[in-house]
């Protein structure tokens, strides 16, 4: 490898947390274009109509917080193991074919 991740320990698949947070981020950025529409067409916030910056941290803030929910509350696949590496930080590995010399 050059020069990323850990030594001695090989980049996995997809782990489910990351399909989860994928998915919950896509599902985030629907529900916040509906919030904003919802918001903005009622004047809840505003009489006037919300600037972009408004409109766009609102979404931002929805969308990053269903992906880390989604991602934070999925389990693991049953593959999936968490490791300590040399430095002791815990890191993701599939089927037990990632754990290198760790």
């Not at 698949?13 to 529409?37: E, F, H, Q, Y």
């Not at 916030?45 to 409109?55: E, R």
């Not at 049953?78 to 037990?96: N, Y």
Request: charged share 10%; no cysteine.
């Amino acid at each position: 490898m050059s020069g990323t991740g850990t030594p001695g320990v090989q980049p996995s698949g997809v782990v489910n947390k990351v399909w989860a947070a994928t998915g919950g981020s896509a599902i985030g950025r629907a529900v916040a274009t509906l919030v904003v529409w919802y918001l903005d067409s009622n004047h809840i916030l505003s009489p006037d109509a919300l600037p972009t910056t408004v409109t766009s941290a609102i979404s931002t803030l929805i969308s990053t917080l269903a992906a880390f929910g989604s991602g934070y509350y999925v389990r693991p696949g049953r593959e999936e193991v968490a490791v300590m590496d040399g430095s002791g930080r815990p890191v993701s590995a599939v089927g037990g074919r990632n754990l290198g010399t760790v």
